[in-house]
């Protein structure tokens, strides 16, 4: 019905005024709550940390967004990059999102500025 569109009109469009792009709204619906984008860490690395380390073994967006949504389509400690948080903070449970979830994430990830 006319309603529902409308309804449903408004809802993406307050979307979009809380988030500049769907990457970002998928961080802060699913990633914040473990990694935090300040320097407390929470259960796992700042997102910051993250970025920071990959971005220097993948300095090519095209090159860090295929890793990182391979890497957390399938954590394995034999392909990351950060030991010692895997040590600190074990690593990183499968989450169960597909493949072009993680790489909007990631995308957002790579932009994301400090």
Known sequence: TLC???KLLIL????????????????????ITCHS??????????????????KSSFPL?????????????????????????IEKYKLMPMLGYDKETLEEISSYLYDLTN
């Open 61 to 85: 967006k095209k090159d860090f967004i295929h890793y990182m949504s391979t890497w957390v389509l399938n954590p394995n400690k034999e392909t990351s990059l950060m030991d010692d948080a």
């Open 37 to 54: 984008t300040n320097e407390l860490n929470k259960s796992a690395p700042t997102i910051i940390e993250i970025q920071k380390i990959y």
């Open 12 to 31: 993406l469009l307050s979307i979009n005024l809380f988030a500049s792009s769907y990457g970002e709204l998928l961080f802060n619906g699913n990633c």
């Open 4 to 6: 529902m569109k409308i």
